[in-house]
């Protein structure tokens, strides 16, 4: 039945998040901008209630938790968990220890052997973490021409090539790396290693400063005739020879995408809020505004929009919880929610006019920080095309 | 828990509206334009399907459905054809607002005859001048011993050819400045003049006209809800809101899968127009936005259901379902190019029913308002509306 009444288990957890958020995570937020990164008791406290990028961002995965009358609702527990968060610090969340977007990856295609090796290093009490090193500095939508080379030499691979972009990739035990084979067999030809922190020829070549998200680290990785051992090889050599490597690399977004968009739901419904408080001092002490009907607009626009965002976000983590495919919505709720958060960011600080200036206001954080949202996890135009094909896919037409 | 599952209650009514749409509404919506009205014999299939009561209570012979139900049915049907949709019997826009201000036995005797027979009702509130949102009634009730006298006249007046009831707006002199009265005035009262019919922008099978009253005479019954503010009349309206809103997502979905079938067809420059970004990012978003705008329909339309409070959630997701189906229905005649603004495609029909249906209840400045005011909380914080 159609219901939008968080289950019992679900309210709890939106409500103890945000009560963290508001109380530990956004205080510590223009800090950890200023110092690019969280503070590391922070991180300790949040590791110690069980919060990791497994249980939140990638909530959907087959590790996702599971609801009550055996209805698996991961997904939806993983998008309003990161809508809360994102509104604390959206910084925060993406520095959550654990496998992080690497961990999709590992579960899918991973042997139980690498499963075992890879995964269990995040149950001890140190902060370690993850990534997923896919895009190149001349492959970032069209991650199909990756460049980077996987040559086999006995035991080993031998990698050479440059990721970039990478969050967390330098303080990350292992990132999940993309090589080709043989650029000339495309998708065919790619194969995913686990590389671990300290193999030979692998570096860290800079960490990237950015706009926003700042206290997230962004990195370039290096590999230059970097020796990766076969086990190390995701899922298996047998495994690539029915070619589902690739495919199953990208079925991660179904349930990635909808959590990243999540994310930009709850930095829109800051600002929102923020913005909201500002004009509502002002109103109610009665200063003149000539811009009171125009900022009454520009409320009503900012809270439809964002509720609108946040409902295609819970249908496309419904129909990932129902085993429904997901693709198309996946897309549009990032497509969506990556648009009308950097609107919505934009207008809060027309609201807030003046304040809107200020670092120590929020605001101009969260307008560094939501661009990003129409950019990483595919970009907008991407997320049309994945919508857009699925369109025409229902109608026998392949664009 | 947070579920879009549609129950099989609510699946087995999408798809007796959905056929309805597709086999009678769609096949003759250009002949019903042209004609100015529907056929008998199809205003009678419509009545026998119980289509015209479902959202009446069952004390006044209708269905009771639950408005998350009237949202999905409305929206097929709306993909059928929403003028014909105006044209069909049933209390209409009418029974919503009588439904939210008269008491039990009132809605009774004023709604029950549409379950027996065909019979049509029409809403006359909306006067000439700057506005037409309810704010600038001029038309006066004036207290005549136990009754009132109406003068006014209502300038556009949907179904007002036919209608056995009307719903009036006017002031009483309690009512003052700011506020007013609705009465109930039945067909063929002294003194109620049907003016000409209009030629509108879209719903053409439906007939819009304008209405006099010349000291008209009603009993002191006649009124149904007093002292109502533009605000309180927006509240009163919700529900007629919610419905168009959702027969508005309808002719858009038409329109994004008429525009979709073509671009999969229609070639330029060598190759399919689909191909072309530019029409396939603007079909996307046509999509996208319909998602959205259905998404928080459906959610308003649960709140109202479960008697929460709806003064910011039911206007956001009207106004967004309206912002969705504009740029829709206005993406699909751009997506065909010419031959979407002529009349051997049903796009332009659709752009034009869909801007005239967001004319029929609340506007565009009351529900923004309303959205915006109760969202921030400052009517509650007392800043005057
Ligand atoms: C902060 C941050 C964190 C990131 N984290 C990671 C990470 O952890 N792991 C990882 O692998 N990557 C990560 N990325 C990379 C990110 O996914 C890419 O930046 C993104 O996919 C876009 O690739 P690009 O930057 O190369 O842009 P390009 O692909 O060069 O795109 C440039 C422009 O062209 C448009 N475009 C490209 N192709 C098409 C097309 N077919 N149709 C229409 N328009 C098109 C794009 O939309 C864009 O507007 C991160 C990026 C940032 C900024």
């Known amino acids: 039945m159609i219901e939008f009444e968080l289950s019992p288990q679900q309210r709890q957890l939106k409500e103890f998040l945000h009560w963290f958020a508001e109380q530990q995570v956004r205080p510590a937020s223009l800090e950890a901008d200023k110092n690019h990164d969280t503070p590391l008791p922070l991180l300790q406290q949040a590791k110690a209630m069980g919060l990791s990028m497994e249980s939140v961002p990638s909530g959907g995965g087959p590790g996702g938790v599971e609801g009550g009358q055996g209805e698996r609702q991961g997904n939806r527990i993983g998008v309003i968990a990161a809508e809360e968060l994102a509104w604390g610090d959206a910084s ?39 990534a997923y090193a896919l895009t190149e500095p001349e492959a970032g939508s069209d991650v199909a021409g990756i460049r980077t080379t ?19 990739g330098a303080k990350a035990s292992w990132n999940v790396v993309f090589a080709t084979v043989d650029r000339n067999l495309g998708r065919a030809g790619h194969r995913a290693f686990v590389v671990e922190k300290g193999t030979p020829g692998f570096r860290v070549g800079r960490i990237m400063d950015k706009m926003g998200l700042r206290a997230s680290e962004t990195a370039e990785l290096v590999f230059d005739n970097c020796v990766v051992p076969v086990e190390n090889l995701l899922g298996g050599e047998e495994r690539y020879l029915q070619r589902e490597g690739f495919k199953v690399a990208m079925q991660t977004f179904d349930s ?37 009907a125009a900022i009454v607009e520009a409320l009503a626009t900012m809270a439809r929009k964002i509720d609108a965002a946040r409902l295609l976000v819970w249908k496309a983590a419904w129909m990932a919880d129902a085993r429904v495919p997901n693709t198309k919505e996946a897309s549009m709720s990032k497509a969506y929610a990556g648009q009308i958060g950097m609107e919505v960011c934009s207008m809060a600080i027309d609201v807030a006019a003046g304040a809107g200036l200020l670092h120590d206001e929020y605001l101009e954080k969260w307008f560094r920080d939501i661009k990003v949202y129409d950019i990483f996890e595919g970009t907008g135009q991407i997320q049309r095309l994945v919508v857009s094909r699925r369109i025409f896919d229902d109608l026998g037409v392949r664009i | 828990m947070i579920s879009f599952a549609l129950s099989d209650d609510d699946k087995g009514l999408r798809d007796m509206a959905h056929d309805f749409a597709d086999t009678r509404l769609r096949p003759a919506a250009r002949d019903c334009e042209r004609a100015g009205a529907v056929p008998a014999a199809l205003q009678n299939e419509y009545h026998d399907l119980g289509l015209d009561v479902l959202a009446l209570p069952e004390n006044a012979g209708g269905a009771g459905l639950g408005n998350v139900s009237l949202a999905i049915v409305q929206e097929e049907l709306g993909w059928g054809d929403a003028g014909m949709l105006h044209a069909m019997p049933g209390p209409g826009l009418f029974g919503y607002l009588v439904m939210a201000t008269a008491a039990a036995e009132t809605q009774e005797r004023l709604l029950g005859r549409y379950a027996q027979g065909l019979a049509h009702a029409a809403v006359a509130v909306g006067e000439p001048g700057p506005g037409y949102s309810g704010e600038l009634v001029e038309t006066t009730a ?37 506020a007013m009265s609705l009465f109930v005035v039945a067909a063929g009262t002294d ?26 005479l009603i009993p002191g019954d006649a009124l149904v809800a007093g002292g109502l503010t533009p605000a309180q009349l927006e509240l009163v309206q919700g529900r007629a809101d919610l419905v168009l809103a959702a027969e508005a997502l309808g002719v858009a979905r038409a329109a994004v899968e008429y525009a979709s079938s073509y671009a999969a067809t229609r070639k330029a420059f060598g190759q399919l127009i689909a191909a072309f970004q530019g029409v396939s990012f603007y079909l996307a978003d046509m999509a996208t936005q319909l998602e959205a705008a259905r998404g928080l329909l459906w959610q308003a339309a649960w709140s109202l259901d479960q008697g929460q409070d709806v003064s910011y959630l039911l206007p956001a997701a009207v106004l967004q379902a309206y912002e969705a189906a504009l740029f829709a229905t206005n993406g699909a005649v751009q997506l065909l190019g010419g031959h979407g603004y002529v009349q051997d495609h049903p796009v332009e029909k659709w752009m034009r029913d869909v801007r005239a249906l967001t004319l029929l209840g609340g506007h565009r400045d009351r529900l923004t308002w309303a959205a915006g005011m109760a969202a921030a909380g400052l009517a509650s914080a007392g800043v005057k509306s």
């Open chain 2, 142 to 178: 004036v207290p005549d011993g136990d009754s009132y006298r109406l003068h006014g006249h209502k300038r556009i007046v949907l179904g007002a050819e036919g209608a056995d009831q009307y719903l009036v707006a006017a002031r009483t002199p309690q009512d003052g400045e700011s």
């Open chain 1, 150 to 168: 996987a040559r086999k030499e006995g035991d080993h691979y031998i990698l050479n090539g440059t990721k970039t972009f990478i969050t967390n």
């Open chain 1, 92 to 130: 925060f969340v993406l520095n959550l220890p654990g496998a992080g977007l690497g961990g999709p990856p590992v579960r899918f295609m991973g042997t139980p052997e690498q499963k075992e090796r890879f995964l269990s290093i995040f149950n001890g009490p140190e902060l370690r973490w993850g």
């Open chain 2, 191 to 216: 003194g109620l003049k049907l003016g000409a019919r209009h030629r509108t922008l879209g719903l053409e099978a439906a007939a819009f006209h304008s209405l006099d009253l010349d000291g008209v």
């Open chain 1, 256 to 292: 990635s995408r909808p959590t990243v968009a999540a994310m930009a739901v709850g930095i829109a419904r800051a600002a929102y809020e923020r913005a909201r408080e500002i004009a509502r001092q002002n109103l109610m002490l009665g200063r003149p505004s000539p811009r009171y």
